[in-house]
């Protein structure tokens, strides 16, 4: 079974760009999640889907960061315009129940420069 | 609102002698926690959990304690191996399924 791949790994961009790092679950997985590590700061959420609904967006930093999950299945994470304070690993999880074990992404590393 | 927090940014240890990675919570009402490992490039991985009616859980060569008095957890590894070099984050999962992780202790294995 495939795990949860996100894509790219790494991404080198200039402040005032945009990028947009996407996520496939793992199948059959309804709840996706987004976190990310900033400078090896504890893991922050940022926010939760259930099929394609935003559950939970509580931890999104503000209107720069733009989730979609279109149709239920793998998830976008647009940042635009990118500042450098966007700098980290973003990592996307995903769960079949909310109340099971999450399954991480190996992570977008992105650096803002 | 919610915190979890680690003791120790890093520990080294020397390979074969037992770790213990400690993590302190702040919300009493807490009832779900976890311990991920992750790698080098790798994502967070699932290592043990353990609910709030429980104050001890083992696994393979890892014990998860839980003390929900003084709001500790910690997570012991026996016979340290290499392979176990990582960093280790606890993790508080609410009720809609978010994790609230602590910072993470990097472990270092010396031969």
């Known amino acids: 079974e495939a795990g949860v791949t996100q894509f790219p790994s790494h991404s080198v961009i200039e402040k005032g760009q945009t990028v947009t790092l996407r996520c496939d679950p793992i199948?059959?997985?309804?709840?996706l999640y987004w976190y990310r590590r900033v400078m090896g700061k504890e893991i922050k959420f940022l926010l939760h889907?259930?099929?394609?609904?935003?559950?939970?967006e509580s931890g999104m930093p503000n209107n720069r960061f733009l989730a979609e999950r279109t149709g239920g299945t793998y998830s976008t994470l647009k940042v635009q315009p990118a500042e450098l304070e966007d700098s980290g690993v973003y990592f996307c999880?995903?769960?079949?129940?909310?109340?099971?074990?999450?399954?991480f992404g190996s992570g977008t590393q992105l650096s803002v420069l | 609102g919610e915190s979890v927090g680690l003791h120790l940014p890093t520990l080294s240890v020397q390979e074969g002698d037992n770790s213990i990675i400690n993590c302190a919570y702040s919300?009493?009402?807490?009832?779900?926690f976890i311990w991920y490992k992750q790698e080098s490039g790798k994502g967070p991985q699932f290592i043990i959990d353990?609910?709030?009616?429980?104050d001890k859980r083992q696994g393979q060569r890892v014990t998860v304690l839980l003390n929900k008095t003084v709001k500790h957890l910690s997570l012991q590894i026996a016979a340290t191996q290499p392979g176990d070099s990582a960093v280790y984050f606890c993790?508080?999962?609410?009720?809609?399924?978010?994790?609230?992780f602590g910072q993470g202790t990097e472990l270092s294995v010396k031969p």
């Open positions: 353990i609910r709030s009616n429980m």
């Open positions: 199948s059959g997985h309804d709840n």
């Open positions: 919300n009493s009402a807490s009832d779900y």
């Open positions: 889907f259930v099929k394609e609904s935003k559950q939970d």
């Open positions: 999880a995903s769960s079949f129940r909310v109340d099971e074990k999450l399954f």
């Open positions: 993790a508080e999962k609410n009720q809609g399924g978010k994790l609230i």
